[in-house]
């Protein structure tokens, strides 16, 4: 993780889990993050709540604490993100400062990702056209966004594409190098 748990429950806004079974796997983090989720619903810290989205195409514990729980077809991940990227995008929602200031190659992340429209990503994943909007939505605007993974996407053949898909949604939203991001 690029921030400790403490940072991430104490300061993210939204959170993205996709690939963890988190309450099972990482019960420490998992329970930070249901009371983070908890106390921030019903405003005990006068914060707005913390939006939790759940990628994981089985019903995992955690779901029950989700905002949004979006089950994709197993082996997906990367179709999944580059088109949650690609609704991010077409909406604005990007963080245009830290792209010109802190990514190169720009362009040409955006041509791959503009191949993944909401459609097509659609009928890649199983998830519907407007759970994808609901969770881009999510995601971009609630800042700081933390993204948490574990084994459950890094052990594929296209493991190493995961992470790099969800670090590029990291930079995209500018929440790499803030309190809460990561």
Same mark, same amino acid.
């Given at each position: 993780?690029?921030?400790?748990?403490?940072?991430?429950?104490?300061?993210?806004?939204?959170?993205?889990?996709?690939g963890?079974?988190?309450?099972?796997?990482?019960?420490?983090?998992?329970?930070?993050?249901?009371?983070?989720?908890?106390?921030?619903?019903?405003?005990?810290?006068?914060?707005?709540?913390?939006?939790?989205?759940?990628?994981?195409?089985? *019903?995992?514990?955690?779901? =029950?604490?989700?905002?949004l729980? +979006?089950? #994709?077809? !197993?082996?997906t991940? %990367?179709?999944l &993100?580059?088109?949650?990227?690609?609704?991010?995008?077409?909406?604005?929602?990007?963080?245009k400062?830290?792209?010109?200031? *802190?990514?190169?190659?720009? =362009?040409?992340?955006?041509?791959? +990702?503009? #191949?993944? !429209?909401?459609?097509k %990503?659609?009928? &890649?994943?199983?998830?519907?056209?407007?759970?994808?909007y609901e969770a881009a939505?999510?995601?971009?605007?609630?800042?700081?966004?933390?993204?948490?993974?574990?084994?459950?996407?890094?052990?594929?053949?296209?493991?190493v594409?995961?992470?790099?898909?969800?670090?590029?949604?990291?930079?995209?939203?500018?929440?790499?190098?803030?309190?809460?991001?990561?």
């Amino acid at each position: 993780m690029s921030n400790s748990m403490d940072d991430v429950v104490e300061h993210a806004q939204a959170m993205l889990i996709i690939g963890s079974n988190t309450t099972e796997q990482h019960p420490v983090f998992g329970t930070m993050i249901r009371q983070a989720v908890l106390r921030h619903k019903a405003g005990a810290d006068g914060r707005p709540p913390v939006q939790l989205v759940v990628a994981d195409p089985r *019903r995992i514990d955690i779901t =029950e604490f989700a905002t949004l729980h +979006v089950r #994709q077809r !197993p082996g997906t991940d %990367v179709a999944l &993100i580059n088109g949650l990227m690609h609704i991010i995008l077409q909406k604005g929602w990007e963080d245009k400062t830290f792209i010109e200031e *802190r990514t190169e190659g720009f =362009e040409e992340f955006k041509a791959t +990702v503009m #191949q993944y !429209p909401p459609e097509k %990503v659609s009928e &890649i994943t199983g998830v519907t056209v407007k759970q994808l909007y609901e969770a881009a939505e999510i995601l971009a605007t609630n800042k700081p966004m933390a993204v948490m993974w574990a084994m459950g996407i890094t052990q594929h053949i296209v493991g190493v594409r995961n992470v790099i898909v969800l670090a590029n949604l990291q930079m995209l939203l500018g929440n790499m190098g803030v309190p809460g991001g990561g």
